[in-house]
């Protein structure tokens, strides 16, 4: 009996150990290399956010890849979809990606970003 409490305890305190050190990092920046160390390299470059409104030309015309591309070259953002009607969805905002909502022909209806 005594050696099960003890196993049973030390199991406890193990996964408590385990769970306290998966944590320990959690919302704070990974380190990165001093400026002046020789391996350093320069920050990334923020991506680009979209910006619809040069994209607007495409309402009206055929939701076509290459229509879609240009749109999203135009716009700036990094991605693009195409939101047919009735189609699920993702709600999150994504300022680097293009949206074009086109009616059941196809046919561009709106280009908005997120």
Known sequence: ???????????????????????????????????????????????????????????????????METARVRSGAQMARILRPGQMITKEFNAQRLNLEVDANGRILAVRCG
């Open 1 to 67: 009996m005594i050696k099960t409490t003890f196993a049973t305890a030390g199991s406890v305190a193990m996964a408590a150990v385990l769970m306290m050190t998966g944590c320990a990092g959690y919302g704070q920046a990974p380190a990165s290399p001093p400026a002046s160390s020789p391996g350093a390299t320069a920050p990334a470059a923020p991506a680009a956010l979209c910006n619809a409104q040069p994209a607007q030309a495409a309402v009206g015309q055929s939701s076509t890849a290459s229509v």
